[in-house]
């Protein structure tokens, strides 16, 4: 399973956008990336994924480099409540479907 | 519709106790997942399953099995716990056909002394 680099934290003013990167040098063609994040004592949550275009939902953006070695994952307005660990992976378009987490990104969200 | 429910929300073990984890979803999906959360650690695949009565190992499937006799059901058994089986165990599940979603469970904390 190709792996996924990201920063171990990050802070933020609140209604400020965010961008949190992430780097994943080894993709294959055909790997999706997803990102989730998981809220304190939360199960983790789908943000948002793509496969070579930007996408866009009601939660965030998610840009994807050219080469798709690259990736970030955009929140427009930074709330209290996007204080969370974030996790950029990347799945195989195989049957399985299982998802291998790495450590994540933990977004502090300041007042 | 609740989702995907996991039970017992806690439990506490001693060392060579066996137990076992349900997880229940409601949405007819056919693949779904165990995963254990160490503290400050991401998720790790313990195992999964893409349809009723098959299994598969994911990345830490020793100490562990896991049963799928019902589409909606899947188990995780503990056979003799271990001190190094004390975490969060989240379960998760998917629709056959490809989304981005996978949907989790709140979480079962377990506490092996």
């Known amino acids: 399973d190709a792996k996924t680099t990201q920063p171990n934290s990050m802070e933020s003013n609140e209604e400020e956008p965010v961008h949190l990167p992430c780097n994943h040098s080894t993709i294959s063609g055909t790997d999706y990336i997803h990102w989730y994040r998981q809220l304190p004592s939360q199960g983790p949550e789908y943000v948002i994924h793509?496969?070579?275009s930007n996408v866009n939902n009601r939660m965030a953006s998610l840009a994807i480099a050219e080469d798709r070695k690259s990736s970030t994952l955009i929140l427009h307005r930074a709330t209290l409540r996007d204080a969370a660990v974030y996790y950029c992976i990347l799945r195989d378009s195989g049957n399985t479907g299982k998802l291998i987490f790495g450590q994540g990104t933990t977004l502090q969200v300041k007042p | 519709n609740a989702g995907v429910t996991q039970t017992p929300k806690f439990r506490v073990l001693k060392t060579g106790q066996s137990m076992t984890l349900l997880c229940a979803q409601d949405?007819?999906?056919?693949?779904m997942y165990w995963y254990r959360q160490d503290p400050g650690m991401g998720l790790r695949l313990i195992h999964y399953s893409v349809g009723e009565g098959t299994t598969a190992k994911g990345e830490v499937p020793d100490g562990y099995n896991v049963s799928r006799l019902k589409k909606q059901n899947f188990l995780l058994g503990l056979e003799s716990a271990a001190p190094s089986q004390t975490s969060v165990y989240f379960c998760?599940?998917?629709?056959?056909?490809?989304?981005?979603?996978?949907?989790f469970g709140e979480g079962s904390r377990l506490t092996v002394l």
């Open positions: 793509g496969l070579t």
């Open positions: 949405m007819n999906h056919e693949y």
């Open positions: 998760a599940s998917r629709w056959v056909q490809y989304t981005g979603e996978l949907f």
